[in-house]
Every structure is written in structure tokens, then in C-alpha cells.
């Protein structure tokens, strides 16, 4: 009877502890030690609490108070001017200290594998880690996991920039990020969120993808595969019910047992699996304070390339809507040169497909055709890629005067037997590499016979043209999966591949 009442009181004890922790108030996994707040907007600041508990956020020289509703709630901080490090104190019924705060730039870094590329496995490694000591660079890393509706909490930590925290973060985020730093003189947080051969619908809302026709045949791979696995699942139980009675069997008689069937695999937690990663790595993000986001994915849409040229749109549009900050900055990477062995030209489409979401406001492309690796998805040099990329923001994030793009085609005219070509971004002209002849172009006439063809830089436009093509209509520069291209504006700043004409894409009946 002693032992019952002790086991009793213990009892009531572990309870009343647990309603203590949770009255207490608490902070969402990203408002930590070492974290970057965004400057110059109004910065929200959230967790959960009690219903109806006040909760005070100081911070800087200010006091805010929030009430929650519903176990959660949200303060908000004026606009601040870079700088620090402060301490955030957050008081409810109990008091949470954050360290080591900085105001300054902050920006996502998302995509697949080109992203997700580590410092370690980048170009020049051992010296570019020993080297990474920026204390007002911060890094974020959200774990790559899946789910089926959007989520509000995410696991990480934020840290300091420095060789042992840098090796496994994105390449392409940090060299990014530490381009911005010395650009600018101003703190950096980096959120990165990327999980390697991921499609663009896996980062998009559900909304979105049911909301257009053309992304039926997207959600119904999604059902067929859910369907196929529950049909598969039916078949393992008896599977492994037969196995079961047989193997007791064999047992019985002292005979050897034979392995389980394998039980089939859930699709719900692939990444492939539309919406899942924007449920699960994007979601929990939302609304921390951001300047932009860059993004380098592709590849494992090139086979889909004419779809992309509205899926991708959709998704930026997708995440400025969600985030409430409206047409933030959104810089991207184009496919690099490689050749895959899929689709002739399925990459070039990519790469136009990427071209033509700059038509949305404030988004700015990375052109890197002239650094990839023909034999490697997964081209090492990183820290280009990065640069190229701050180029952009200086412009389109800062407003800077600044030349952060290489010639894009604008127009074309034909001339007798030639076609003159001018472009956008080389208002000081072209160039090509040392010694080489400029290379890349491919001309046709109303047959849509491409042929190889001869260019030269004529002041401030290219004329093109081909002893086998009489009557010019058309024009295509580096319109290969894995072109061998050379143009260049006088900053040093690779073209962008384009074709003149309209004519039908090899990927515009796949969905």
C-alpha cells in the first residue's frame, strides 16, 4: 500500500512537471545563439506560450509584447540598421537569453545536388576551409526530410563561419555568402535548404500544382505510385504470412529459414513526392526575415525543360506569396555544360526555360556554361558560381551600378545572307578568350536544317552567317546539352546560350 501511494506521488509529480514545460514560453528553432536578423524590414519574431500569456521580446533598444492565441505568438521589431552582436531577451513566465545576434543580410540558399555540394567537395578545398574564418558569416542547415502537409517546426542551429563549421555547408551558399560579406561589409546569415536530385514540384505548394491543368500528370504519378504502394503492401502481408507459416515450418523440423520478403517502399517519404520538401524544409522557414534566396536546381527537370517554364515561375511566385515580403530577390543558377545523354537538346530548353523566368521582377540568373565539367554533374568550381551569383544581388538585392550579366539576346535582323545579332549586358562590347575564334553559333534557313556557322564581332552586335545557308532565318548559340561556346562581354561575363527562332522543343509533350 506504501509503495502504491510513493508510485502515486511520483506519478503526480512527472505530470505536474510536464504542464510546467509546457506553460513555459519558447522561440522557434531559428531564433537562437549566433543567429543573423534581417535589417532594414520589420523583423517577426515568434513561438508558443500559454493561451494568453504575454510574451516581451527586447532586443536593441526594443521592448515589443505579443500575446499568444492558440499556443502560439508573434512580436515584431521595428527595422534595424546592420550591425552588433546583441543579446534577445524573451520573457513570459519564464525567461529565454539569445547571444551573439547580428543584423545584417539574410538569404536561403535552396535547390538540388549542385546546391547541396559541400565546402569540402568544392574546388580547392583544404585551403578554402583554413581560410573560412568570417565570425560575422552565420550558417543555418535545415535537415533534408519529407512530409505531406506543411510543418511549423524545423531542427538546426545556427554558427559562426569558421574551418570546423564550414566543410559540410553548400558551396555555392558560403562562397555566396562570402562574396556578399566583403562586397559589403555587412553580416551574413545563410538558411540553407537543399536536398540533391530533387524536381521544382517537390518545392512547391500543393495549392500551386492543383491550381493548373498542366500539373495534373504530376500529381497523378504522385497517386499511381501511393496507389501501386498500398496494392504492394496488401501483397507483402501475404507474402509474409505464407513466409511465416512455412518457416515454422522448416523450423519445426530443424531445417534452415529463409529471409523475410522486403517490405515495400513508402513513397511518402521521397523526396520526389510533390510538395514535400516545400512542406518540410521551406514551410517551417516561414516568415523569418530574409533579403532574397538563391537557388540552383534543374537538372531533374531537364527532361520535362518546356513544363519548366512554368513550374519554375509558379514556384517563386509560390514562395513570395507564402513569405508576405513580397517580390523579394530570387537569383538563380542556369544549368552548367555537361553531357548527359538524355534528350539532344533537353538542357538547352532547360536553359531557356530559366532565361525566360527573368520576366519576373527581381530575379537575376548565374551563367555558368563556360565552368562546368563535361564529365561530372557536379562541377567543382563553386566559388564562381558564388560570385557570379553576389554579382547579381549587388544589382538586383542592392541596387548597385554594377554589370552582373553577361550578353543576353535581344533582337535579331536579317541582312542578304547573314543574320546581325544584338544583345542586352555589352554595352562596352565582346570578347573571346586569347587566340580563339568565337564559336558556338548555328544557322538555319525556313528548312530548320541547322548548320555551322561563322561569327564575328561587329562593334557592338555579332553577325552570323554560313556558305550553306543562303537565306537566313534562323540563329542558335550554344544550343547543345554540353556546348562548346565562347562569347564573353568586356567584364568577363560568359553569353547566355539562346536560339532566335520558335520551333518545336523535343521536350513539349513531356509532363
Known amino acids: ?40 524590414i520589420e523583423v517577426p519574431i515568434w513561438g508558443t506560450a500559454d493561451d494568453g500569456e504575454s510574451v516581451t521580446v527586447e532586443f536593441n533598444g526594443q521592448k515589443v509584447t505579443a500575446k499568444a492565441d492558440d499556443g502560439a505568438w508573434m512580436a515584431r521589431l521595428k527595422p534595424m540598421k546592420a550591425g552588433g552582436p546583441f543579446m534577445m531577451t524573451v520573457q513570459g513566465k519564464n525567461t529565454i537569453e539569445i547571444k551573439n545576434v547580428l543584423i545584417g543580410e539574410v538569404w536561403v540558399c535552396s535547390g538540388q545536388s549542385n546546391m547541396q555540394w559541400s565546402v569540402q567537395a568544392s574546388e580547392n578545398a583544404q585551403e578554402e576551409i583554413a581560410n573560412a574564418k568570417y565570425p560575422q ?67 512547391t505548394t500543393r495549392e500551386t ?107 517563386i511566385t509560390d514562395w513570395r506569396r507564402v513569405w508576405g515580403q513580397g517580390d523579394f530577390p530570387f537569383l538563380f543558377v542556369q544549368l552548367a555544360n555537361f553531357d548527359t545523354r538524355r534528350f539532344e537538346y ?6 531557356e526555360a530559366q532565361t525566360m523566368t ?32 553576389a554579382l547579381a544581388a549587388q544589382k538586383i538585392a542592392y541596387g548597385e551600378d554594377v554589370v552582373y550579366s553577361g550578353p543576353m539576346y535581344e533582337s535579331m535582323k536579317v541582312e542578304g545572307n547573314t543574320i546581325r545579332l544584338r544583345f542586352k549586358h555589352a554595352e562596352r562590347g565582346f570578347m573571346v578568350p586569347d587566340g580563339e575564334k568565337l564559336t558556338g553559333f548555328v544557322i538555319a534557313g525556313e528548312d530548320q536544317e541547322f548548320k555551322p556557322a561563322v561569327a564575328a564581332i561587329d562593334g557592338k552586335s555579332i553577325v552570323v552567317s554560313s556558305g ?31 536560339r532566335t527562332d520558335d520551333w518545336p522543343c523535343v521536350t513539349a509533350d513531356n509532363r
Request: aromatic share 10%; proline share 8%.
Open 137 to 203: 558569416i552565420r550558417l543555418f542547415s535545415v535537415p533534408r526530410k519529407a512530409a505531406g502537409k506543411p510543418r511549423k517546426a524545423v531542427e538546426g542551429e545556427w554558427s559562426e563561419c569558421s574551418p570546423e563549421t564550414v566543410a559540410g555547408f553548400s558551396a555555392v551558399g558560403y562562397y555566396f555568402g562570402r562574396s556578399l560579406h566583403k562586397l559589403m561589409n555587412t553580416p551574413i546569415g545563410l538558411i540553407h535548404t537543399s536536398w540533391g536530385g530533387t524536381p521544382a514540384e517537390s518545392w
Open 346 to 351: 533537353s538542357w538547352a530548353e532547360l536553359r
Open 1 to 40: 500500500m506504501q509503495l502504491k501511494r510513493i508510485g502515486m506521488m511520483v506519478c503526480a509529480l512527472v505530470l505536474l512537471g510536464a504542464g510546467i514545460s509546457q506553460a513555459d514560453v519558447t522561440l522557434h528553432a531559428l531564433f537562437a545563439d549566433n543567429m543573423v536578423l534581417q535589417q532594414g
Open 468 to 498: 550553306s545557308v543562303a537565306n537566313p532565318a534562323a540563329v542558335r548559340y550554344g544550343w547543345l546539352n554540353c556546348p562548346v561556346c565562347n562569347l564573353f562581354n568586356k567584364e568577363g561575363l560568359p553569353a547566355s546560350p539562346f
Open 209 to 315: 500544382l492543383e491550381s493548373d491543368p498542366d500539373y495534373k500528370a504530376i500529381l497523378d504519378r504522385w497517386d499511381s505510385s501511393y496507389k501501386q504502394f498500398s496494392n504492394d503492401l496488401q501483397t507483402y502481408q501475404e507474402k509474409l504470412d505464407q513466409w511465416k507459416k512455412e518457416t515454422d515450418e522448416l523450423d519445426a523440423k530443424g531445417e534452415f529459414v529463409t529471409n523475410p520478403p522486403s517490405l515495400p517502399r513508402d513513397p511518402r517519404s521521397n523526396p520526389w513526392r510533390p510538395s514535400s520538401l516545400y512542406n518540410a524544409m521551406i514551410a517551417p522557414l516561414l516568415p523569418y526575415g530574409i533579403q532574397g534566396a538563391i537557388w540552383y536546381q534543374g537538372e531533374s527537370n531537364a527532361d520535362r525543360a518546356y513544363q519548366y517554364r512554368k513550374l519554375f515561375p509558379a514556384m
Open 358 to 389: 527573368l520576366d519576373l521582377p527581381n530575379t537575376g540568373m548565374a551563367v555558368i556554361v563556360d565552368i562546368g565539367d563535361p564529365s561530372n554533374i557536379h562541377p567543382k568550381n563553386k566559388q564562381d558560381v558564388g560570385w557570379r551569383l
